[in-house]
């Protein structure tokens, strides 16, 4: 398999810890790139900068420099395979990695890296959409604001998505680079000590580009080249009308290189709400172990990989409601599903029942 610096960016863009905010973001999107690495005065990594980060502030003063909202990430050689990265990515919920020798920063790798790769897989790329997309497609209209474009991509953790019409119909695609120049005010104008968010509320479809789509039974591999073509980090999968039917993302087509690399282990990976107490963690986890165990009981069934993306919702004078969209990547299939519930653990196993259901409906056992 092709190893982690064969396939790398090695021609990098850097910022010191002491850079600020303004100079990030000016970087990220003169240069279309999502991730920046941080190296001190030595050259030694010391840690990431991604938009994720920075949008989760509404406001940032000017003179904040980049070291106080930077990322300690895992890192990767060199030598390393595609299948590692990939693997490190999914069960980290990292997006790029720092490639280091010696201390010393010497590339970066990113799930765009991996996934213009694919072509040398063909194991992967041979496949056809309808096998790897993630069903009911997460989207926004033309006419929403570019805040709850944002707001929807951090829900599904990408960093692009389809817009439809109002007939649901797809009509273009948008990503978080023109998102950027819009929600944030140009350099020229950071004058007053800090920038922020535009008062004016543009519209989607006043930065939408070309729709990414293709149809079910095109290949991957054909996928990536129209995601790569776009600077996408999806491509919608549509029927006959152009309403979108599924999603296939970076994430996806990672999961699908860690096939049968995982060394029996299933990569459980948790994004969205964060929980101070960590023993939420280790009874979520506990939850999807069990319920794991109990699907690798079917044949051609074993879990890879499952993802879980957890959304707060605040309910005026009640409690916290969890809403829960899941993916389980299996030896032989994909399955998604959706939970809600008052109570995190209730929301999981109730996510993690679907799933055994669904497996049932699939496979008889061994």
């Not at 299933?266 to 960590?278: H, M, T, W, Y």
Request: hydrophobic share 40%.
């Amino acid at each position: 398999m092709v190893s982690v610096g064969e396939i790398m960016t090695k021609n990098l863009i850097t910022l010191s810890t002491e850079d600020l905010i303004s100079t990030a973001i000016a970087k990220m999107s003169d240069n279309k790139i999502h991730h920046i690495p941080l190296v001190d005065d030595k050259g030694a990594y010391v840690g990431m900068l991604d938009y994720n980060l920075l949008y989760k502030r509404e406001s940032i003063p000017v003179t904040t420099k980049v070291k106080t909202v930077m990322e300690r990430t895992a890192s990767i050689s060199a030598d390393a395979s595609v299948a590692d990265a990939a693997r490190l990515m999914l069960d980290s919920g990292l997006k790029a990695l720092p490639v280091i020798e010696k201390n010393k920063l010497k590339g970066i790798i990113t799930t765009t890296d991996i996934v213009h790769s694919v072509d040398s897989m063909p194991e992967v790329a041979n496949q056809l959409a309808s096998d790897i997309m993630s069903g009911e497609p997460i989207t926004v209209s033309e006419d929403d604001d570019l805040d709850e474009a944002l707001r929807k991509m951090r829900e599904i953790d990408e960093t692009s998505i389809p817009v439809v019409n109002e007939s649901g119909k797809i009509t273009g695609m948008v990503n978080i680079n023109d998102i950027s120049k819009e929600l944030w005010r140009g350099r020229g104008r950071m004058r007053q000590g800090e920038y922020f968010r535009n008062k004016a509320k543009p519209l989607v479809k006043d930065v939408m580009v070309s729709p990414v789509a293709i149809e079910v039974n095109k290949k991957i591999s054909y996928c990536m080249s129209k995601m790569a073509g776009a600077d996408s980090s999806i491509c919608a999968v549509v029927n006959e009308d152009m309403i979108p039917e599924g999603i296939i993302s970076h994430s996806d087509i990672l999961g699908e290189i860690v096939k049968g690399t995982t060394g029996g282990t299933v990569l459980v990976n948790l994004s969205g709400a964060r929980f101070d107490d960590p023993e939420v963690y280790d009874k979520i986890y506990s939850i999807i172990e069990k319920s794991a165990k109990s699907i690798a009981k079917f044949k051609r069934m074993k879990p890879v990989l499952i993802t879980v993306h957890i959304e707060e919702y605040n309910q005026q004078g009640r409690e916290i409601k969890y809403s829960i969209r899941g993916k389980m990547v299996t030896e032989s299939k994909t399955f998604f599903s959706r939970a809600w519930d008052w109570n995190i653990f209730r929301a999981v196993k109730e996510l993690m029942e679907q799933f055994e259901l669904m497996v049932k409906k699939n496979k008889p056992y061994k």
